[in-house]
T-cell receptor, first 113, second 110 residues
Framework: DAGVIQSPRHEVTEMGQEVTLRCKPISGHNSLFWYRQTMMRGLELLIYFNNNVPIDDSGMPEDRFSAKMPNASFSTLKIQPSEPRDSAVYFC???????????FGDGTRLSIL | RKEVEQDPGPFNVPEGATVAFNCTYSNSASQSFFWYRQDCRKEPKLLMSVYSSGNEDGRFTAQLNRASQYISLLIRDSKLSDSATYLCVVNKQAGTALIFGKGTTLSVSS
């Protein structure tokens, strides 16, 4: 069975550019999560969806970040405009429910120059 | 008090050693508890769930102490391949999303 699929695996771009990260959750999973991981702050929950509806976006750093889940098999995380401090690994995870074990994608390594 | 707190380590142990990690959580309403493992430059992966009565999976034993609000992970007969960061994961209350600790780094040497 396919796991959580994220794209791109790596992204290097200049500050001010728009960045779009993509995620396909495991089929049948109702909950989808976006995380950011840095050495300093560890794994931070940015936002999560339940049945395609955003439930908690309190972790989204600021208005430059937005996330959508137009259907059960696709989600995007967008940063516009990007800044060097956004450089991190961004993970998408999905699960059968909010409190159930989560399965992570391989992550997107984002570098903003 | 942080929602989920772990000793970052690193724990440096020789092969064959027994090592234990503790993790404390702040919310007494927490219902779901897990240990995840993360290898360098990889995604976190579920190691095991933690049940109220304690549970074992091969060389790994997880325990929950609700009264003191901590969970533990015991690794017996450590292998080189156990070297990784171990993340303690708890939900704030029933039905809510999981919160990940910052992890404890284990390095097993020959």
């Amino acid at each position: 069975d396919a796991g959580v699929i994220q794209s791109p695996r790596h992204e290097v771009t200049e500050m001010g550019q728009e960045v779009t990260l993509r995620c396909k959750p495991i089929s049948g999973h109702n909950s989808l999560f976006w995380y950011r991981q840095t050495m300093m702050r560890g794994l931070e929950l940015l936002i999560y969806f339940n049945n395609n509806v955003p439930i908690d976006d309190s972790g989204m750093p600021e208005d430059r970040f937005s996330a959508k889940m137009p259907n059960a098999s696709f989600s995007t995380l967008k940063i516009q405009p990007s800044e060097p401090r956004d450089s991190a690994v961004y993970f998408c995870a999905s699960s059968l429910g909010a409190a159930e074990p989560q399965h992570f994608g391989d992550g997107t390594r984002l570098s903003i120059l | 008090r942080k929602e989920v707190e772990q000793d970052p380590g690193p724990f440096n142990v020789p092969e064959g050693a027994t090592v234990a990690f503790n993790c404390t959580y702040s919310n007494s309403a927490s219902q779901s508890f897990f240990w995840y493992r993360q290898d360098c430059r990889k995604e976190p992966k579920l190691l095991m769930s933690v049940y109220s009565s304690g549970n074992e999976d091969g060389r790994f034993t997880a325990q929950l102490n609700r009264a003191s609000q901590y969970i533990s992970l015991l690794i017996r007969d450590s292998k080189l391949s156990d070297s990784a960061t171990y993340l303690c994961v708890v939900n704030k209350q029933a039905g809510t999303a999981l919160i990940f600790g910052k992890g404890t780094t284990l390095s097993v040497s020959s």
